[in-house]
């Protein structure tokens, strides 16, 4: 197609520069004798007019004479007798003139019209035009004839002939190379767009329409230069668009996941304690048990399964108002050691049954946080620390000055956590006993609520096996503590 285009271009030149070969040498051949014989004839009236007008034998002598020079052929003047009254030439006699018949014939039509001047062109035997003769009537009747000849004019226009179109030859060959340049010239950036253009087809945004050119063709290549930069963003936007979408979708099967798997969470964590509480609560009303103190069993069941659902269910609720930041987050300054203090006064009943050591190496150091929310975070962490204690184990709570920061950390002796487990922890209802054995309590929800309280304050926070335990920390950044 490339080179069909450029052919194109080259052979339309070509035909261009040929018509106006064909038209120059036309023109040589058939309008420049016509033109020159016209321009002739028009300067014999001119003549006949100027000799009319002038006045005297001598000043007509003498204007004959100088316009025979500057016409180059013979003037004769007739009287309305037809007899030659004067002639430039002394071999012009009547009888020579006497024996020209088509002379005579249009001297007679002449006298006898309406027409001041009449021409005659003489040729030889082989159809050259050799003569021009001009016959002019003038006001008195009078007769100014004008002779020019013509052989040497045709042997001139000949000679112009031949020279045009040897000179047009030559043109049409260097033509030939001027009309492979300009093809050239003109095509090869419209290839080279055309190459380039190919690439959009694919979606390809590498090539470079920049251009120097202040022509047509240069407005071209800036103009699919702007048309591709369009077509990049907004193909890029719709790429960015489907990401977002797939993002979106994946995010709303997962949460469709997560709801499913919470709602069988809950379903399982709320089967348990409520179908002891049904099957001892039908005891009791059937009278199956046998004394006081199985009655007196049956009724602590009850009590703490519905002590379990409480609290599954005030953990719920504070897991979703922290997600839906439906509870005030309110900074305020508080000691950390009286945080610490709050958050391990419900358990100290827990440490004294089962023989754990507390340790405690609190810093005295001020903290800007919501103390409510930090309080229910250690509580959780303390409890899970509890629930996973080694027997006759310890707790400790530690706070130090770690990179600028004020690390706080829970530990407890006992079993690390399976590498695979760490990240998993901290989801609702995920519990690295897949068997969700009940021996440890808990919602299965703390860690969750942890979670979300050391997001909410922007926090940093981690889990880590130790040697013989695990640790749960979490920073608190400069800005938030300051030291007494």
Known sequence: ?????????????????????????????????????????????????????????????????????????????????????????????????????????????????????????????????????????????????????????????EAIRRFLFMVSGVFLIISVFIANYISNRIAKPLIELSQKTKKLTTFNFSGNFETARKDEIGDLFRAIQSLSLALQEKIQALENSNVLLKNEMTTKDLLIDQRKTFIANISHELKTPLALIQAYAEGLIDGTFINQDDADYYLKVILDETKHMDYLIKDLIDLMQLELKEKAFKREEETLRNLIKKSIAPFKESFEQRNIILKEDILDIQVIVDASQIIMALRNLISNAIDHVSDKGMVLIKSQIEDDALRISVFNTGESIPLEDLEEIWEAFYKVDKSRNRQFGGSGIGLSI???????????????????????????????????
């Open 1 to 157: 197609m490339n080179k069909s285009f450029k052919r194109q271009i080259f052979l339309s030149l070509m035909l261009l520069v040929l018509v106006l070969f064909i038209v120059l040498n036309f023109s040589s051949r058939q309008l420049l004798e016509r033109y020159y014989v016209n321009k002739r004839k028009g300067q014999m009236e001119n003549i006949s007019q100027r000799i009319e007008n002038t006045e005297g034998p001598l000043r007509v002598e003498f204007l004959t004479s100088s316009i025979e020079e500057r016409l180059g052929g013979d003037i004769i003047i007739f009287d309305e007798n037809k007899d030659i009254v004067f002639s430039s030439k002394s071999r012009i006699s009547t009888r020579r003139l006497q024996n020209n018949d088509q002379l005579l014939d249009q001297i007679d039509k002449l006298t006898s019209g309406s027409e001041l001047m009449n021409y005659i062109t003489r040729q030889n035997e082989s159809g050259v035009s050799t003569q021009l003769i001009g016959i002019y009537k003038t006001k008195d009747q009078q007769i100014i004839m004008t002779q020019i000849p013509l052989e040497a004019i045709e042997t001139t226009l």
């Open 450 to 484: 942890v979670k979300e309280v050391f997001e909410n304050h922007g926090f940093k926070y981690g889990v880590q096996n130790l040697r013989n335990g695990v640790s749960f920390y979490f920073y608190i950044p400069k800005d938030s503590f300051k030291e007494n």
